[in-house]
């Protein structure tokens, strides 16, 4: 069974607006995080966003927001005001286990974005 | 500040063939990783070394071979190159510490087995 699901192969939106790209995971490890990476045209893998699964609030880095669901395991990655640049293929990733130490992360196919003007 | 650095950033392969990926970072992390990435599959995880002179197998390690001789560097090699090997190639390392302990990840190597 897939850990990491990302059901969206492409999405599009438009300039200034918000978008929502889906995430969910399938573990049995009371403890994990769960991360966001943004991989631009470029190549670089670029760390985006994390989730803890004992955080009590949701996680936001700018205009990066996490949607955690934790009863419905999701893990939604939502971008307000999207800007040009943020045109890239966006991985979601869970680590099993407790933080610290090596993290050994499983992802998700990948959503490639698209940001019209 | 270099972060990860991979070398070399391309490579053509003829089936058969030997190679060795150079990974490398500046900032005493602890932890390594290589991931291979193909179409459609996300990243997944090769070898992984949680220390100077240690490795262990991830979910694909067929085919490879990894050595951690210095805690900077973290070598993947490829005995006898397979066209299913065709891949791009990151590195990643992490420190291990607290907070997120995300992995920094390396620009990429695309290779390429004909």
């Known amino acids: 069974a897939q850990k990491i699901t990302q059901t969206q192969p492409g999405m599009f939106v438009q300039e200034k607006e918000a978008v929502t790209l889906d995430c969910t995971y399938d573990t049995s490890d009371p403890s994990y995080g769960l991360f966001w990476y943004k991989q631009p045209s470029s190549g670089e893998m670029i760390f985006l966003i994390y989730q803890g699964s004992y955080d009590q609030q949701n996680a936001t880095e700018g205009r990066y927001s996490l949607n955690f669901q934790k009863a419905r395991k999701s893990a939604n990655l939502v971008i307000s005001a999207s800007q040009l640049g943020d045109s890239a293929m966006y991985f979601c990733?869970?680590?099993?286990?407790?933080?610290?130490?090596?993290?050994?992360?499983?992802f998700g196919a990948g959503t490639r974005l698209a940001v019209h003007p | 500040n270099a972060g990860v650095t991979q070398t070399p950033k391309f490579r053509v392969l003829k089936t058969g063939q030997s190679m060795t990926l150079l990974c490398a970072q500046d900032?005493?992390?602890?932890?390594m990783y290589w991931y291979r990435q193909d179409p459609g599959m996300g990243l997944r995880l090769i070898h992984y070394?949680?220390?100077?002179?240690?490795?262990a197998k991830g979910e694909v390690p067929d085919g490879y071979n990894v050595s951690r001789l210095k805690k900077q560097n973290f070598l993947l090699g490829l005995e006898s190159a397979a066209p299913s090997q065709t891949s791009v190639y990151f590195c990643?390392?992490?420190?291990?510490?607290?907070?997120?302990?995300?992995?920094?990840f390396g620009p990429g190597t695309r290779l390429t087995v004909l």
């Open positions: 070394s949680v220390g100077e002179g240690t490795t």
């Open positions: 900032m005493n992390h602890e932890y």
């Open positions: 990643a390392s992490s420190s291990g510490g607290g907070g997120y302990n995300e992995q920094f």
């Open positions: 990733a869970m680590r099993e286990g407790p933080p610290g130490g090596y993290n050994k992360l499983i």
